[in-house]
């Protein structure tokens, strides 16, 4: 565990330099984007996304011993006290925080410690048999509320052709949910309550990571241990009004027992690392590029469960590859609108940023 902190902290460090040299360019800061730090960038949001795709699974078996709520504050506990370790060592002597950057850092980390991860797994566990399919597919979804998110908060309204495949993305969507039994959703709407749950989580998720742009100062890993601490602050109010007024079971200690191997790899691998490396690569790409990666989650997921004997729906599989291509077709047409305009204004184009619907106007 040492070995891949002390990886992250020297990874993490050459990666604020680059980035305090690309922001300090002005406008020839596109020249100052390498390709080498982009593809950095692509690969931290990618270890992420994978790691992510496996949790899924891994919760399924999980939720048979323990309710996701107590689960959830043990594994951001163990996780939260390695971001401070590892922010301890790389930022020892850092500023604290003012009280507006405070309440920002709060709400941030609630949406993503304490909302995303008590809709998506409590929407998993509600969906049954099919819950981590469900809910990876879900996952995809993310791109497009990015978007939407964008839309509504900085009033940055897309082109049509964005809201087209907003709407193909979310037809793709549909045909997971009903798996092509449309008319379901008007004749049992009671039984697509889980997916609702997800998709809300997702959007918590879409939130959150959107959240560091609203703190530029913090370099990830600061952000990361922030949010964390605060938002499983929230997560363990919330657990202990539900276990105090009986809602939700307490676990007994050999249910916690059951749950150790889980709780390794969610906290670990899935928690540390994976929230971290996410974190890391969205500092490079911005979050509307970076949550384009949330299209491989379903992928490993699909992959790990087939491994694991439990088959998606062919529907399913479908209304996946849909959205997928809806989100790679919308990135291609934003980036070649970009560099149309850019080329037009005869102004520099920075890689980075070329899917940032504030630059398409």
Wanted: glycine residues 8%.
């Amino acid at each position: 565990m040492e070995i891949i902190v002390n990886a992250i902290i020297l990874k993490n460090k050459k990666l604020e330099y680059q980035s305090r040299k690309i922001y300090s360019c002005g406008k020839e800061r596109s020249k100052c984007m390498t390709n080498k730090n982009f593809e950095k960038g692509i690969a931290f949001c990618l270890l992420a996304t994978m790691s992510w795709g496996g949790m899924f699974p891994v919760m399924t078996s999980a939720l048979q011993h323990i309710d996701t709520y107590t689960f959830t504050c043990m594994r951001y506990a163990i996780a939260g006290a390695l971001f401070y370790l590892v922010l301890c060592r790389q930022e020892p002597n850092r500023i604290p925080l003012d009280t507006a950057s405070l309440l920002k850092a709060w709400f941030f980390g609630t949406c993503g410690f304490a909302g995303y991860q008590f809709l998506v797994f409590e929407g998993q566990r509600l969906a049954g048999a099919e819950g981590a399919l469900t809910a990876s597919i879900m996952m995809a979804t993310m791109p497009l509320q990015a978007f939407l998110f964008n839309w509504i908060v900085r009033r940055k309204t897309p082109k049509l052709f964005v809201l087209f495949f907003i709407l193909l993305s979310f037809s793709g969507v549909l045909l997971v949910i009903t798996r092509g039994d449309f008319a379901s959703l008007v004749k049992h709407p009671q039984d697509f309550g889980p997916q609702i749950l997800i998709i809300l989580g997702a959007l918590c998720w879409v939130i959150y990571t959107a959240g560091a742009s609203y703190l530029p100062d913090l370099s990830p890993v600061r952000y990361t241990t922030i949010t964390t601490a605060l938002g499983l602050g929230s997560a363990v109010v919330i657990t202990a009004g539900l276990l105090g007024s009986s809602v939700v079971p307490v676990p007994s200690g050999i249910e916690v027992i059951h749950t150790i191997p889980h709780l390794i790899y969610m906290s670990l691998v899935a928690g540390f690392i994976g929230v971290l490396a996410w974190n890391i690569g969205n500092k490079i790409l911005t979050p509307l590029n970076g949550t384009l990666f949330m299209d491989v989650v379903p992928i490993t997921a699909f992959t790990v469960s087939a491994i694991t004997g439990k088959v998606p729906h062919p529907v399913q599989i479908g209304g996946a590859a849909i959205t997928i291509f809806s989100l790679i077709c919308n990135n291609y047409f934003i980036r070649r609108e970009t560099l149309r305009k850019a080329s037009t204004e005869n102004l520099p184009v920075n890689i980075s940023t070329t899917t940032n619907m504030s630059k398409v106007n």
